[in-house]
């Protein structure tokens, strides 16, 4: 191969000879940060894009890798990582991935034999660099027409990763960071019932203390598992954990606050609590304010066109079933006004509200329902305990109770 423009044989053999010599330092100096560095093949780095330029110019590097004694011990990981930041330059995906595999399996062989765990840190980098080129060669492999296979050898590969930290000793404060790289592989290959064996590791070990964990790691640990109990209808689980994320994030980091956020809302939606308007228009989460709205108004023509509006946003974040469900409390909201409206025309009859008023009331709203199916709607009301009351089914009248018609939630969810 011709080489690149600019780049001369000795300006590539003193390339190549540099990342080696810094490679050999930083794990003789256990300088985990600087391994990092050399490991992280998706940053970009000018000085890593001039290594992979420097290789494709220089081809014979894994001459230079044996034949000195500072890293031939390490030439499995070192020769296939070349070659996967060769092939990375030139855009085989694919190929890089298979490369950095090999790599990473070597270097996990290198890990397991240290004793201490300085080299936290650079297998951090191996992991997100095992998933994100994974999801790269996935993309690839999709547009040649290829089934993408890559993600879901980098879930078999970072599972490995995970039993070789989950042991006792002080590596073991890496499982998080690897478990949370899992939660991402798993979500995005739609397998997050495989997170339940890893989540188990995490809870029920009595090696695991989860506050001795980086807050880094506790945070996305807590924002995943928080998904996972929205998916499952958990609520109240959903809102202790994600609201464990939201109150230790980095308030700097909006985007990651945005995220929690958006699960969050529903959670606490879903329990009858309402966020404040600044926070939606702070975090740019302006697709729930008509969810509110309608919310507040007992609207329920609004709530159906702020779900109808925003439908494919809500199903890919998978809440749209959570918002469909606060159609009751949007029920009760609108019969509530109704009786406080009662109450200051004429006090003494404010608990007897007459279905038909329920009716023309939703008429207003443009909701066109009879006398019957308001009374099933009330009827479920009353049986999910958001209504406190009974039916006088002659007279057609909800008769609400004088203390207490309209429970608050406290933090249980409404189950449809």
């Known amino acids: 191969m011709a080489a690149y423009p ?14 080696l010599n810094r490679f050999s330092d930083a794990v003789s100096n256990q300088d985990a940060a600087s391994l990092r560095f ?8 000018p000085f890593l894009l001039s290594l992979a330029d420097a290789l494709n110019t220089f081809q014979d590097s894994g001459r230079l890798i044996k034949h000195s004694d500072h ?12 070659r996967s930041l060769q092939t990375y330059r030139l855009g085989n995906l694919f190929d890089s991935y298979q490369a950095f595999e090999k790599s990473a399996n070597a270097f996990i062989q290198e890990f397991r034999n240290w004793e201490s765990a300085w080299a936290l840190e650079a297998l951090y980098a191996l992991a997100y660099e095992i998933r994100v080129l994974a999801e790269r060669a996935d993309r690839e492999l999709a547009s040649n027409g290829k089934s993408p296979e890559k993600l879901k050898a980098a879930g078999s590969f ?7 930290l989950a042991g006792k000793g002080p590596k073991r404060v890496g499982a998080l960071y690897v478990t949370c790289q899992l939660f991402k592989v798993y ?19 009595r090696i695991f203390d989860f506050e001795e964990f980086p807050k880094r ?24 954990k994600l609201s464990y994320a939201l109150t230790h994030c980095n308030p700097r980091r909006e985007a990651n606050i945005r995220m929690i956020l958006k699960y969050l809302i529903p959670v606490k939606l879903s329990i009858g609590i309402l966020p404040k308007d600044w926070l939606l228009e702070k975090y740019n989460l302006v697709e729930y304010r008509d969810v509110v709205q309608a919310l507040r108004r007992g609207d329920l023509r609004l709530l159906r066109h702020a779900l109808q ?21 949007v029920y009760q909201r609108l019969v509530k006004k109704i009786y406080i409206i009662q109450k200051q025309k004429d006090p003494t009859k404010a608990h007897q509200v007459k279905l038909e008023v329920i009716v023309k009331a939703l008429k207003w709203l443009e909701m066109d329902m009879d006398v019957d199916e308001v009374e099933c709607i009330m009827s479920i009301l009353i049986y999910k305990n958001l209504v406190k009351g009974y039916f006088a089914h002659k007279s057609k009248v909800v008769v609400l109770s004088k203390q207490d018609p309209f429970p608050k939630l406290n933090g249980k969810p409404v189950n449809s």
């Open 217 to 240: 790691d506790k945070v996305t640990y807590m924002y995943y598992t928080g998904r996972l109990e929205v998916f499952n209808e958990n609520f109240p689980a959903a809102d202790n």
């Open 158 to 164: 970072l599972m490995k990763v995970f039993g070789v």
């Open 71 to 82: 890293y031939s011990q390490f030439s499995d990981i070192l020769f296939n990582l070349f």
């Open 309 to 329: 509006e925003h439908e494919d946003r809500f199903l890919r974040s998978g809440v749209f079933l959570v918002l469909e469900k606060l159609e009751l409390q």
């Open 187 to 205: 979500f995005k290959l739609g397998t997050v019932h495989l997170c339940r064996s890893v989540i188990r590791s995490i809870e029920t070990a």
């Open 38 to 45: 050399l490991l992280s093949l998706s940053s970009n780095s």
């Open 6 to 19: 600019g780049m001369s044989m000795g300006e590539a053999h003193r390339r190549i000879t540099e990342y």
